[in-house]
């Protein structure tokens, strides 16, 4: 442990012991003035360990370790996150056109690339799963670093991201410290959970959990069926006899992280939804009230309460197959994919602009959204990448390299995030 981060550890506990505040500027004095050898200094430190200790009994957290200041079963934490709030960002564009994947923050607007991964598939006992790794945005240095992680999920702000172990479903959920790169507490949970999601305010956690890895393949799955919930009729014959179910998921937790604690499972029937996906991992609404599961067909979406109720959906909501979905001011609304993308207004329905991209992925601002370009005269539409257009499609920056083929095993694929 260095210096900084003992005076630190000391400082921290000094204000839950009220000790005296300069309790780690003095043992750091007496270190520097002292000069002792290695042995001696080893036994200096362990002196103040233990006249802290005496102070504090409960406390049981080893000094000299990299392991995350919470660990499963150990003492309390306070994660020290704070409600996310929008600021205006000086880079207003940063991009990385050289690079596939990029080494070097791409970001426009109030969004950023913070993190990607690459995916393959492997098989395993007869069974095909898909592996994600992950590239986490370092915000000191501004680049992209490959992790160990299974899933990760970066909060609004990019102070802080989620984590889970590679072997999904995992059985606890890391709150990573971006900047120093270090686990600062885990989140035991008894159903494992395989995908996490941070609330608008970056403030809670949603898990999504599954009692079976939440990436295999289709023909990799025992297909159930769901039971009708409605009869067809001839005004809505949408709804069929029954629908194939395929995921294990089966419920969620609200996590608080900054007391790192996971409040109690709700589970969700896994026929909630017209959706034949696998992973079928939960989203906040909107304003973060609610919880949403997207559909993938034709029928609404569905809409739970934070206790795992059936909800309505919440004012205003608007079925859209676009992932950017309304504009920061309520305004506008992105439409689906498919060249030419298309945004009207959410009152009138009016058609306000048109753009040559493939898809509206988030929007930068009121007026600009980042989405997927392709290259040249679009001749292939795996030949894409991230780029920057304004609403009336006149104006077009290109954010990031194009990949050569996004549909093979390996390429990237980014993750946007509020900054």
Known sequence: ???????????????????????????????????????????????????????????????FTDEPISQVGGPPVVVPVEPYRQTTPADDVLADTENSPPTTMIAAGR???????????????????????????NPVTSRYEKTEWGWAEVAPGLRWAAVLEKDLPARRIGILDMETRQVRAWVPVDHPVGGVSWSPDGTQLLATA??????????????????ARVAATPEDPRQPPFQTISTSRTGFYLVDVASATAGDFHAVDPCLTDNSNVRRDFEWSGDGTLIRER?????????????GRPHDAPPGYVATESKAGVSPDGALLAGPDGMPTKVTEVVTGKVVGR???LQLLAW???????????????GNEFHNGLVLVNVDGEDMIQLAAYRKNSQEAGAWRPVLTLR
Do not use: H
């Open 1 to 63: 442990m260095t210096p900084r981060m003992l005076k630190r550890t000391l400082e921290e506990w000094s204000r839950e012991v009220r000790v005296p505040a300069d309790l780690a500027d003095r043992a750091l004095r007496r270190r520097s003035r002292l000069r002792l050898t290695r042995f001696a200094g080893a036994v200096s430190c362990a002196a103040v360990v233990a006249a802290v200790a005496l102070l504090v009994p409960l406390v049981v957290i080893p000094l």
């Open 111 to 137: 969004v950023a690339v913070s993190a990607y991964w690459t995916g393959r598939w492997r098989t395993l006992a007869g069974r095909k799963l898909f592996d994600r790794t992950w590239y986490l945005l």
């Open 210 to 227: 599954y009692d079976d890895y939440p990436d295999l393949d289709m023909m990799s799955v025992d297909e159930r069926r769901c039971p």
């Open 295 to 307: 559909s993938n067909s034709d029928w609404p979406d569905a809409f739970l309460d934070l206790e």
């Open 355 to 357: 753009q040559q991209v």
């Open 364 to 378: 930068a601002d009121d007026r600009r959204l980042v989405a997927l370009g392709c290259a040249g005269t679009c």
